[in-house]
């Protein structure tokens, strides 16, 4: 609902038909399922997929097909009208509920509020060619329709806008995602309830492309020189991505003085580069390729295979990112999925969705990690780990960022299995909840300096800026919080890199269409240089017994510190991941703070929050007025905190095995000798296990236990009074495997089936996933 209204019978100039990129008749119709009964045309928070997303011929539609949602949406209708003379045009729109037209990004017809399919009228002059054309609408309940109509110079009467003086962009990705989408409130604003628009404050902007270089950058890397590798998408289903190395981009520089260099062409899709022992290479959706220059001239004469791996053709099988340490190359291959989202099957080709590792000498390939769908992001994290971004989709209720280790298993299953799909699922250590923090998240790193060093950042590439993740070791296992970083960039942002002088670079991608930050370039190469300010903003949040300590960057304002507590808005969800793309949030409970705790440096508020649960996450919100001791106002009020486990207290919930069922007391029985099974996890206390500090593993009050205290294969492993022996010890192992000392043997499935029902039994220690758990 942007524009000002133009009076009637004003002249409306148009856009020049060169400008605008190639088209075709007809416009695009967006609906979003807001899931609320509005009364009025409301703004949609940015960073939204559609629900909806398709060409339409002309715009005259009422029925729930046409639109794709019977009541509760929100319309949206983009394109050109294509005007064949100048003259006075008489524009008619009728409307259930309520919509508004705007041409060339000025109100022509307010028809908001709620009202059957009412025409309404406006008379303007147009010239001839193109005019920006958009209409916004809502339906809350009963009938629908939208019809654009005009009465051209010179005609007898209204007909709908024909098919031939309707344009809107041709041969563009239309993403969709389903689930609820939101509008915005009255109080949100930027950073307090809304995206970023700016850049933050600690950081200056500097443009780094020369006139005319349009990078649909895909992928970075650094030269010893300081020169700054990078390459190019190329499109879909193409082979036109490139190398180029650009100079001068480091330090005081900008746009006219860095140099631009093209060392490679006729890539397939590159979506990693990496500079290791003088030579770059690539990973291509195919092959990993190393490019060598024989003429001394910096220009790839040979592409030399370094490894394949399985590729079946489709278009979403990318091979994203490229590490490399001690010898192996590290990167992603991301699942084939069908235009519109749904995880193709069967699978084209086997063992997509991993992590896999390449052995630089031999190109022998092997497999690290499992259950990814669209990992476009890979990067070093804490304690030299692998971090890892993926994107909403099937068995992904929100997009997230994993920690990677051998043979994990992050839940996205695929026919034909791939290598870990039997393993128990591993939590993320950051749910990134979609559209409110994240959409299509990309490249994670780990800052070494400045305000936020130790924490990681990472890119997203349709909500668009950079977000901060701030991380904490809880049970043996990471988990955090993530906050909003910054905005303001010229495209969305598919790779982030800190370069040698320290500045984040970003690298801009989009299509055209919805794939890529609305509003944005679908290209683009900035960076954010440190100005060594440190502005007002939460710096870290962690989980503490019973609540969360939120510390900021500076000293709270007597005002703020008034009545702390209350400033606190808590909310705590958990996902729950199914074969549908995208998930709503289970659960969701709004908690309060019980008291708001303020440090004696005024930097750190501890918060008693009752009612937190585990495996959940956990939204807190301060909204401003909100100040730091100089009358800093807060430059981003949330913070989304994924409390997979409680810190200091004993950590209870589901132990889950082989193929993620969970262990689980045959019909919640109590009784001495009950029957110890696998069950698909239901949310039970029979399924609820508490890790004791003294080895014991309990549910239902009583203890996991080896009956008679015996050793032999396929002893029974059954529910008894706790008693402290050695028959109710457990260990959990680094391979993920349950060892009872006193037998020396592991927690086994029976048979390794994964039925309902299936016992388990004492068994020698074998490394099999009939042997692996995750504890809670
Ligand atoms: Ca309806
Ligand atoms: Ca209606
Ligand atoms: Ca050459």
């Not at 790779?495 to 299509?511: E, K, N, Q, T």
């Not at 457990?730 to 309902?756: E, F, H, I, M, Y």
Request: glycine share 14%; with cysteine; proline share 7%.
């Amino acid at each position: 609902m942007k524009g000002s209204a133009v009076p009637a019978g004003s002249t409306l100039e148009g856009r020049a038909a060169a400008a605008l990129p190639p088209q075709t008749p007809g416009v695009t119709l967006r609906v979003f399922d807001v899931q609320i009964p509005l009364n009025n045309l409301c703004v949609l928070k940015p960073g939204q997929t559609p629900n909806i997303d398709k060409l339409m011929p002309v715009v005259d539609w009422s029925t729930s097909t046409d639109f794709g949602l019977e009541t509760h949406f929100v319309t949206h209708v983009v394109g050109n009208l294509v005007v064949p003379q100048a003259g006075s045009y008489t524009l008619r729109l009728a409307s259930d509920d309520g919509s508004r037209l705007l041409i060339d990004d000025r109100v022509v017809i307010d028809h908001d509020g709620l009202h059957g399919p009412d025409p309404k009228d406006a008379t303007v002059n147009l010239t001839a060619g193109a005019h920006a054309l958009r209409i916004e609408h809502f339906e809350r309940d009963g009938g629908q329709q939208i019809t654009l109509s005009w009465k051209p110079p010179g005609a007898a009467g209204f007909a709908v806008v024909p098919n031939s003086a309707l344009s809107t962009d041709a041969d563009v990705v239309r993403v969709t995602a389903p689930g609820r989408k939101e509008c915005e409130g009255i109080a949100d604003t930027p950073g307090d309830g809304l995206p970023l628009t700016g850049v933050h404050p600690n950081y200056t902007l500097t443009d780094l492309r020369p006139k005319g270089f349009e990078p649909q950058v895909s992928a970075m890397d650094w030269l010893p020189d300081g020169r700054l590798a990078v390459t190019t998408w190329g499109g879909s289903n193409n082979t036109t991505g490139e190398v180029y190395l650009l100079g001068n981009v480091t330090g005081n520089t900008g746009p006219d003085k860095v140099t631009v260099k093209r060392v490679a062409s006729g890539l397939k899709e590159p979506m990693g580069i990496t500079y290791v022992g003088g030579k770059l290479y690539v990973s291509q959706k195919h092959e990993l390729t190393e490019l060598n220059d024989t003429d001394g001239d910096e220009v790839t004469d040979q592409y030399r295979r370094v490894a394949t791996w399985p590729f079946g053709g489709n278009f979403h099988e990318f091979a994203f990112g490229l590490l490399h340490k001690d010898g192996f190359f590290y990167l992603n291959l991301s699942v084939s999925i069908n235009y519109g989202g749904a995880t193709t099957n069967p699978q084209p080709a086997p063992n997509r969705g991993t992590t896999i590792k390449v052995n630089r000498q031999t190109g022998e390939v092997s497999y690290v990690a499992g259950g990814l769908r669209t990992p476009n992001g890979i990067g070093w994290g804490p304690e030299g780990g692998i971090f890892v971004t993926d994107n909403q989709g099937g068995w992904l209720p929100s997009s997230k960022l994993v920690h990677i280790k051998q043979d994990r298993f992050f839940h996205h299953y695929t026919n034909p299995a791939g290598p870990f799909d039997s393993r128990p699922v591993t939590r993320p250590v950051l749910w990134l909840p979609q559209n409110e923090i994240a959409n299509s998240p990309s490249t994670p790193l780990q800052l070494t300096d400045g305000p936020f060093a130790g924490q990681m950042l990472f890119g997203d590439v349709t909500y668009g800026g950079v977000q901060r993740g701030f991380l904490e070791k809880v049970g043996g296992e990471y988990q955090g919080a993530v906050f909003r970083l910054t905005q303001g960039l010229e495209a969305g942002v598919t790779r982030i890199s800190v370069g040698p002088d320290g500045a984040l670079y970003a690298g801009g991608l989009g299509a055209g269409g919805n794939w890529g930050q609305e509003g944005k370039l679908a290209f683009g190469l900035q960076k954010l240089t440190p100005n060594g300010a440190d502005a007002f903003d939460i710096r870290a949040m962690r989980a503490v017994p019973g609540g969360f300590a939120l510390e900021y960057t500076q000293p709270l304002s007597a005002q703020t510190a008034t009545d702390l507590a209350k400033r606190y808005r808590i909310k705590q969800w958990r996902y729950a991941p199914t074969a549908d793309y995208g998930g709503p949030k289970i659960g969701e409970e709004t908690l309060t703070a019980g008291s708001a705790t303020l440090s004696a440096d005024r930097r750190t508020v501890t918060l008693a929050i009752p009612g937190l649960k585990a495996d959940r996450v956990v939204h807190v919100r301060s909204p401003r007025p909100f100040s730091s001791s100089t009358g800093e106002s807060l430059w981003s009020t949330e913070a989304w905190y994924t409390l997979n486990r409680l810190p200091g207290g004993v950590p209870t919930g589901e132990v889950r095995g082989l193929g993620n069922k969970c262990l689980d007391v045959d019909d919640s029985q109590t009784a001495d000798g009950t029957k110890i099974q696998v069950w698909g996890c239901n949310s039970t206390a029979a399924q609820q296990w508490t890790v004791a500090g003294d080895g014991a593993l309990k549910v239902l009050g009583k203890c996991l236990d080896v009956a008679g205290g015996g050793s032999a294969d396929g002893t029974k492993v059954q529910l008894w009074t706790c008693n402290g022996s050695g028959a109710q010890t457990w260990q959990a192992q680094a391979d993920g495997s349950l060892r009872n000392p006193q037998s020396a043997k592991c927690l086994d499935v029976a048979g390794g089936t994964t039925a309902d029902g299936t016992k388990v039994q004492l068994w020698t220690c074998n490394g099999t996933s009939a042997q692996k758990w995750a504890l809670p």
